[in-house]
């Protein structure tokens, strides 16, 4: 089964940017959705972007705007670039493919 490394998550500036990646040990082309969630601190795990096979992108709110979800199935890779970053990003940011799910990357951004 598909197993997924994230990495890229850090410290950042309120203001600034990061961007993660997703790794896939296999194949992603064949998975119709994949995507990220984040879970800060104390709350409950959130939506924050996904990405179909066919390139259709859907957004929280919370990020709309600021993040762009990417897929490179060549790779095997899922990208989330973060731009614009606030303090209220900050969270374990979590990428899943089908039912498979990463260990998760700390994003702390500072104010």
């Known amino acids: 089964q598909v197993q997924l490394v994230e990495s890229g998550g850090g410290l950042a500036q309120a203001g600034g940017s990061l961007t993660l990646s997703c790794a896939a040990s296999g194949s992603i082309f064949s998975i119709p959705v994949v995507g990220w969630y984040r879970q800060a601190s104390g709350k409950q795990q959130e939506f924050v972007a996904l990405?179909?096979?066919?390139?259709?992108?859907n957004y929280a709110d919370s990020v709309k705007g600021r993040f762009i979800i990417s897929r490179d199935n060549a790779k095997n890779t899922v990208y989330l670039q973060m731009n614009s970053l606030k303090p209220e990003d900050t969270a374990v940011y979590y990428c899943?493919?089908?039912?498979?799910w990463g260990q998760g990357t700390q994003v702390t951004v500072s104010s």
């Open positions: 990405i179909t096979r066919g390139g259709t992108t």
């Open positions: 899943y493919a089908g039912s498979r």
